[in-house]
Antibody, heavy 114, light 107 residues
Framework: EVQLVESGGGLVQPGGSLRLSCAASGFTFSTYWMSWVRQAPGKGLEWVAS????????YYVDSVKGRSTISRDNAKNSLYLEVNSLRAEDTAVYYC???????WGQGTLVTVSS | EVVLTQSPATLSLSPGERATLSCRASQSVSSYLTWYQQKPGQAPRLLIYSASNRATGIPARFSGSGSGTDFTLTISSLEPEDFAVYYCHQRNNWPQTFGQGTRLEIK
């Protein structure tokens, strides 16, 4: 079964850091671009970052650029997103997506609050 | 940044009716336009990719058209399970962007 499972969300204080993980299974992870998309409570979808198959190309939305790093470990079939200097506006469900956005995880909730 | 504007924001229709959802881009995205359906508490579901190609397992009542800056998602005859929020998404330019969504509600 093709599957993505996110983890690492939780409650974080403003200014803190978080590392999200996405475990892939059921497909050849190393052959696909991977992406993170987030959704603030009651709001629409926002693309956050993408990384190519080998990890040499990385793109970010301006609002996280400079304080976030997307990375992947093809040997572990895993995708990561590290976000620093967290702000209240980073509060959202974070989804990982792949296979041309045909496959999505269930999401992990990040809440930034004191 | 490519801005995607979806209209209408809310569409109220009855089962069996035809739904037409619009997505307009602030600049050409060629055919790199994708449509998703999202229900409460669920991840988005890919419906249409490359403007007009149905994803695996998507019923034939869903169709997409357009290129450049103007795109349309059509649901030919609404089923009860089709009432949800629909988003368009462009991958032609970085940063990728989503439209703000159209809520399709039961009239």
């Amino acid at each position: 079964e093709v599957q993505l499972v996110e983890s690492g969300g939780g409650l974080v204080q403003p200014g803190g850091s978080l590392r999200l993980s996405c475990a892939a299974s059921g497909f050849t992870f190393s052959t696909y671009w991977m992406s993170w998309v987030r959704q603030a409570p009651g709001k629409g979808l926002e693309w956050v970052a993408s990384i190519n198959q080998g990890g040499s190309e990385k793109y970010y939305v301006d609002s996280v650029k400079g304080r976030s790093t997307i990375s992947r470990d093809n040997a572990k079939n895993s995708l990561y997103l590290e976000v620093n200097s967290l702000r209240a506006e980073d509060t959202a469900v974070y989804y990982c997506a792949s296979r041309g956005y045909e496959t999505w995880g269930q999401g992990t909730l990040v809440t930034v609050s004191s | 940044e490519v801005v995607l504007t979806q209209s209408p924001a809310t569409l109220s229709l009855s089962p069996g009716e035809r739904a037409t959802l619009s997505c307009r881009a602030s600049q050409s995205v060629s055919s790199y336009l994708t449509w998703y359906q999202q229900k409460p508490g669920q991840a988005p579901r890919l419906l249409i990719y490359s403007a007009s190609n149905r994803a695996t397992g998507i019923p034939a009542r869903f169709s997409g058209s357009g290129s450049g800056t103007d795109f349309t998602l059509t649901i030919s005859s609404l089923e009860p399970e089709d009432f949800a929020v629909y988003y368009c998404h462009q991958r032609n330019n970085w940063p990728q962007t989503f439209g703000q969504g159209t809520r399709l509600e039961i009239k």
